[in-house]
């Protein structure tokens, strides 16, 4: 249950295109919810995050899309660029359990030129 | 601002071994994590530190694995002894206490031959 399960694993798209990435989770008690981008030979890095209460977050061309009753969340990156090839995992943190953190399993978006 | 520091970014040694890693967080805060990633996988959480004391452990294989907060600033993560399928990024990252945002360090890339 404390599980997100995120798919595609991976996802090519051409520059330009809208690039979707989809999370779901079961576990209630998860009250925030993450989006992370890594470069290879990097760590994670914060790109974007939303809370239940609202249904969705934009900052600049990343918006999160999120569905509470149906437990689900979703990354849109517009006008995709090459730069934007990377990995992308959803996570999700639990309140209960100290505020640890689940994540997915990874996206790996190619962008092509 | 510098971020979170780890040492070495790469480790190659043979099966049975000890390795240690190294960790400095980000000046000022107080939450501590280190987790595991599998290739093509998302992180995993092996420990958490609050300060100087081990919140969370319960995902620590506790036979080989070993972690330390002295001061509360640093942390050492140690495997003693060192089996193949410990082969993987180990990452850590740091938070304010409390904090939404978890800053990653670019990881120790550990090979075990």
């Known amino acids: 249950q404390q599980q997100v399960k995120q798919s595609p694993q991976s996802l090519i798209v051409q520059k330009g295109g809208i690039s979707i990435i989809n999370c779901a989770y079961e576990?209630?008690?998860?009250?925030?919810f993450p989006w992370y981008q890594q470069f290879p030979g990097k760590g994670p890095a914060l790109l974007i995050a939303?809370?239940?209460?609202?249904s969705e977050k934009k900052e600049g061309r990343f918006t999160i899309s999120f569905n509470k009753s149906a437990k689900q969340f979703s990354l849109h990156i517009m006008d995709s660029q090459p730069g934007d090839s990377a990995t992308y995992f959803c996570a999700a943190r639990n309140r209960n359990t100290g505020n640890q953190f689940y994540f997915g399993t990874g996206t790996s978006l190619t962008v092509i030129p | 601002e510098a971020g979170v520091v780890q040492s070495p970014r790469y480790k190659i040694i043979e099966k049975k071994q000890p390795v240690a890693f190294w960790c400095n967080p980000i000046?000022?805060?107080?939450?501590l994590y280190w987790y595991l990633q599998n290739l093509g996988q998302g992180p995993e959480l092996l420990i958490r530190y609050e300060n100087e004391e081990a919140v969370d452990d319960s995902q620590l294989p506790k036979d080989r694995f070993s972690a330390e907060r002295l001061k509360g600033v640093d942390s050492t993560l140690k495997i003693q002894p060192a089996e193949l399928g410990d082969s993987a990024v180990y990452l850590c990252?740091?938070?304010?206490?409390?904090?939404?945002?978890?800053?990653f360090g670019p990881g120790t890339r550990l090979t075990v031959l």
């Open positions: 939303i809370r239940p209460d609202v």
């Open positions: 576990n209630t008690a998860f009250d925030y």
């Open positions: 000046s000022g805060h107080n939450t």
């Open positions: 990252a740091s938070s304010l206490a409390g904090g939404n945002e978890q800053f």
